[in-house]
């Protein structure tokens, strides 16, 4: 190997995941350097403080608080940093000075990523980010190169690692959301500012991103239709499994023809009623899982770790030998990926099941107004459960102990803009004492 050509490695950022990038290429550089066919030298490391302390142990020398000249001087540049900036002007510096590109930060190819991979498609360089979505799991380069000659119609999974982990604890230990959510931070899955877990916008990131390269389209981060799971209460999670279900959050990104017949793309995020047997009832932890349909492969299912450092490194690294490779053996690779337009299709255009729980009276005829009212609406019910309450758990007005009871339904599929006017309907009931949920659910 004397005679190996060497590539310089730029690292911006040595936080949770940058460390153990760093550890790999500095740990693993022989194996590296075989599978790349060129040496990966780590120049240097930019951080803020030189003098924080790492989780990991690394060389002091590598250190330095200036991004630009490490960037100059690369064949690779990894950004770790996340957040858009100055995340997205030392990613375009790199391409501008002909560097291949490695990123995890979903947050920035959400916003900006056509830009960016039409930036990096002009300068002839790769820019590459299986990181980004669903952490170590092979999940972009099959959708970009393996599912390349085949129609995607769907993309459905769990995408965030640390809102699975918040509802598994909950689910499986009774954890409270606020530990849960700590312990989560505490092992590194957790974005900086976790808001962006709990409310779905990481995973409203990843399902435009999942958009964009399963449909070959851009699609606007503005049209997912997002709600996070700050809502969920640990009542509704008992509830769900007591009727045999399981709450996660799920990304959804869909083809599909809009009210007016044109053919578009939907993408929602929202907490979800999965059966307790469906395969993503199963993804626990920080563990993703991601179906994906296309019109002649069918369905697949792509498993493992979502978040966390050393996880999402391994897909960091994966990105840098293979656009090492390239550097060797010749052409930049291809990142421009958007070939059609295609509209945003609103939630209006979607079919999908609820599970609506009720506080209701418990006198004669409760059921069948309420059946009525879902009939007027088109809705048709899958399944029906009712517990009789002797005093209201729901009740605050202190009413002398009044008998009612909780009814859960959950519906065939019918449209959002249907569901919706149903809930309504039957909120303004009078022997409707409370609407205590409302979720959609998958899998039935
Ligand atoms: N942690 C995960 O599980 C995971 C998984 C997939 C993708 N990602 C993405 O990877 C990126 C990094 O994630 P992380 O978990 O390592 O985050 P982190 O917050 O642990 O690390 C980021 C580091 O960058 C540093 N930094 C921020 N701005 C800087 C600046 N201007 N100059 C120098 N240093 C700066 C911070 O001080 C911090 O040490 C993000 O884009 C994140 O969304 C993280
Ligand atoms: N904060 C993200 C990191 C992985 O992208 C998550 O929890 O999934
Ligand atoms: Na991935």
Known sequence: MGSMKTL???????????????????????????????????TGIAVRDVAAKRTVDLPAELFTTEAEPLIKDADIVIELLGGLEPARTLIRSAIDNGAA???????????????????????????????????????????????????????????????????????????????ALAAA??????????????????????????????????????????????????????????????????SIAERLRGLDGREGVAVRVHPTLLPRQHPLAAVHGAFNAVFVEAENAGEMMFYG???????TASAVLGDVVSAGRRMVGGGPGRTETATVQLPAVGLDSV????????????????????????AEHGVSIETMRQTIHAEDPHDTANDGGQVTAELRFVTHRASEASL???????????????????????GI
């Open 101 to 179: 590109v490695v990123t995890g930060n979903k947050a920035l190819l959400a916003a900006d990523g056509q830009d960016l991979y039409a930036r990096a498609d002009e300068a002839g360089v790769e820019l590459s980010f299986e990181a980004a979505v669903a952490g170590a799991i092979p999940l972009l380069r099959p959708i970009r190169e393996s599912l390349a000659g085949d129609r995607i119609t769907k993309v459905m999974g769990i995408v965030n690692g640390t809102t699975n982990y918040i509802l598994d604890q909950m689910d499986s230990t009774g954890a409270q959301f606020a530990d």
């Open 185 to 250: 931070q505490e092992l590194g899955y957790a974005e900086a500012d976790p808001t962006a877990d709990v409310e779905g916008h990481d995973a409203a990131a990843k399902g435009a991103i999942l958009a964009e390269l399963a449909f070959h389209t851009p699609f606007d981060l503005a049209n997912v239709q997002c709600q996070g799971i700050s809502s969920i209460t640990a009542d509704d999670i008992a509830a769900a499994k007591d009727a045999g279900y399981v709450i996660k959050l799920l």
């Open 420 to 442: 919706a006017a149903t809930v309504e309907a039957v909120r303004g009931l009078d022997i409707v004492n409370a609407v205590i949920s409302v979720l959609r659910v998958e």
């Open 305 to 311: 770790q979502g978040a966390g450092g050393a996880p």
């Open 351 to 374: 079919k999908t099941s609820y599970y609506i729980g009720l506080d209701v009276a418990d006198q004669p005829g409760v059921l069948s107004q309420i059946a009525g009212v879902f």
């Open 8 to 42: 310089k490695v730029a690292l911006l950022g040595c936080g949770n995941v940058g460390a153990q990038v760093a550890r790999i290429l500095i740990d693993d550089a022989e194996v590296l350097a075989a599978r790349t066919g060129a040496r990966l030298q780590l």
